[in-house]
């Protein structure tokens, strides 16, 4: 009994214990899927796909293209990894290449997901303090929120941002340290989220700043304070410097097609309705919140600086995510929140993280006389299994219509999502589970305008009428298809795309399924003249009768090159001080 006793000890102290723990909840997350041998498919799921797919073939075939997207969206030529997370793309489509086949990609991808959103919170938790107990409890108690599970459930990519979100904030605690904070750390942690997801790092820089105003109050050394921060800026400028580059070359030169710009803000906020329960927050989720509001008003007097910053930060952006902040309203003042912003519901991962963290330093610090220790990690694992009973059940109708979709029993009921009408009977099975990745890639498509060149800025009211969807659809998508003109597309070693083709007639206007930019070069037949563009981006020359041969190429220029330069060597710089503070530690 001693000896089990011991060993037990020895387990829950080891270092190794928490990874453990996380990766062991997160294979029960994961474990429904695994067992029906489900491919989830969510609203983002074919957009994210194609451009992973697109870096998988860049890197099988070593015919790389950072601007163009050679093989996935139809091969159109068109723009999105560029300024989309092009390394999450790229690292994304290695691991497709080494799964093998969409199945294991998306359980290995999912799996990675979680444990690194349940490890950044435990190490957000530690690092300030938080007993071990509360913060691996914590931590799996945000693995498995839904800001985090969206990526399993949907595939919408603020779930990966959501896993490294942590980390942001744990460089956003080391201000109430004064100007002691780590360069090093805050610009590595920004970096990283821009290069994730442009629109989750926006949303956590915003709550950095009054962590940081607090930080600069506290400090009796000012001056070196913000010094070290705009130190920190510049590092983070150098290591995103290939994202800010494809930004500025893009739209300086360019009219890009903005995101949909919805209709009502509110709608896509927190609201009392079971899909809000369901699928933003969860009652456990609620109630944790409610609890931690109840104690810094209960306590205020007790608490320091940093945990009523960090209390206020998070209450507010749970307020700003949910219906009763007047969006719609705003949405009057300013049009343009409706393409920027889209959702309200995505300032929910903030709330997620900062305020289990504050529940964890509350229930850290003894405010009774009497600790309630086991109650506190009781309630913690209720509201766990609360958590994954809900996950599971969500998951249970995911999996159910993957299953239907393998029997060939219905179609795909995802919004400007289309499948093969002609296919065979094992086909979308083959599609999900064989070798051939570029199966799924063509049997399910999906009209995306995000970022085509459109010939003037548009407005919300310009942006309906253009009819974007259906637009990128019928000259993308279809196009893509023609019996009238049989397109065959070749991507080439230098990364440029050819496009053959026969016409039966004699000088017609032809509208090609490939986009142009204006730093495109197009060669048609040998020639650079009589190129024209549509109203989104694609191109239109008049055939001549027979074989007709058409290349794109991108071309970004000296100066982007330099950009990527200084990136490469911004982030081998930060990797070896990282290294040396780490070593300099032991």
């Not at 637009?471 to 003109?485: A, E, G």
Request: aromatic share 16%; glycine share 6%; net charge positive.
């Amino acid at each position: 009994m001693n000896k089990l006793k011991k060993l037990s000890r020895r387990l829950s102290s080891a270092k190794i214990t928490p990874f453990l723990v996380i990766l062991g909840m997160a294979l029960i997350l994961l474990s429904r899927q695994i067992y029906t041998h489900s491919v989830f498919l969510g609203m983002d799921s074919i957009f994210h796909f194609n451009r992973f797919y697109d870096s998988a073939m860049q890197i099988r075939n070593g015919h790389f293209s950072y601007f163009q997207m050679n093989y996935g969206f139809s091969q159109s030529g068109r723009m999105i990894n560029a300024v989309y997370g092009p390394f999450i793309s790229y690292l994304s489509g290695l691991l497709l290449l080494l799964s093998g086949s969409w199945f294991h990609f998306q359980i290995l991808e999912t799996l990675l997901v979680l444990v690194i959103a349940g490890m950044s919170m435990y190490l957000l938790l530690i690092k300030n303090s938080v007993k071990r107990s509360y913060a691996i409890l914590l931590a799996i108690f945000y693995m498995y929120s839904c800001p985090v599970v969206s990526w399993l459930l949907t595939q919408q990519f603020t779930g990966i941002g959501a896993a490294f979100m942590p980390l942001l904030i744990l460089a956003g605690t080391q201000f109430f340290k004064g100007h002691r904070f780590s360069i090093i750390y805050l610009a590595g942690a920004m970096a990283l989220m821009i290069q994730t997801h442009l629109m989750t790092s926006l949303i956590g820089f915003i709550s950095l700043v009054p962590m940081f105003i607090a930080g600069f109050f506290m400090t009796d050394y000012k001056w070196i304070y913000f010094k070290r921060a705009c130190l920190a800026a510049i590092l983070c400028l150098l290591m995103t410097a290939n994202i800010w580059g494809s930004l500025l070359q893009l739209f300086h030169n360019n009219f890009l097609m903005p995101v949909y710009p919805v209709p009502s803000m509110t709608f896509f906020s927190f609201k009392f309705s079971i899909y809000s329960w369901t699928s933003l927050i969860k009652p456990a989720d609620f109630a944790l919140f409610i609890w931690v509001l109840y104690m810094f008003v209960r306590h205020f007097k007790q608490w320091d600086v940093k945990v009523k910053t960090l209390s206020i930060t998070g209450l507010v952006f749970f307020y700003l995510s949910t219906y009763l902040f007047p969006w719609d309203q705003a949405m009057q003042i300013y049009p343009h929140l409706a393409y920027n912003l889209q959702f309200p519901k995505r300032f929910l991962v903030l709330p997620f993280v900062i305020l289990p963290l504050v529940a964890g330093i509350m229930m850290t610090k003894q405010t009774t006389k009497h600790d309630y220790h086991w109650i506190k990690i009781g309630s913690l694992i209720v509201a766990i299994l609360l958590g994954l009973g809900i996950n599971l059940w969500a998951e249970g109708f995911k999996s159910l219509k993957s299953i239907h979709l393998v029997d060939n029993q219905t179609t795909v009921n995802l919004t400007h999502v289309y499948m093969h009408k002609k296919r065979k009977p094992d086909q979308i099975k083959n599609d999900f589970y064989g070798n051939d990745l570029s199966g799924l890639i063509n049997d399910f498509t999906k009209a995306v305008p995000d970022y085509l060149p459109v010939r003037s800025k548009l407005e919300p009211v310009e942006y309906n009428n253009l009819h974007p969807y259906y637009k990128s659809h019928k000259q993308l998508v279809k196009k893509n298809v023609s019996k009238t003109y049989h397109f065959v597309k070749t991507v080439n070693a230098d990364g440029s795309l050819t496009v053959r083709w026969h016409s039966p007639y004699h000088h017609k206007l032809t509208q090609l399924p490939v986009i142009k930019y204006a730093n495109t070069k197009v060669t048609y037949n040998g020639s650079e003249n009589g190129i024209q563009t549509g109203k989104i981006g694609s191109i239109i020359v008049h055939s001549k009768h027979g074989h007709n041969t058409l290349t794109t190429k991108y071309l970004a220029g000296n100066w982007w090159k330099i950009m990527m330069w200084i990136c490469l060597f911004s982030w081998i710089f930060f990797v070896y001080m990282l290294f040396y503070k780490l070593m300099s530690r032991k």
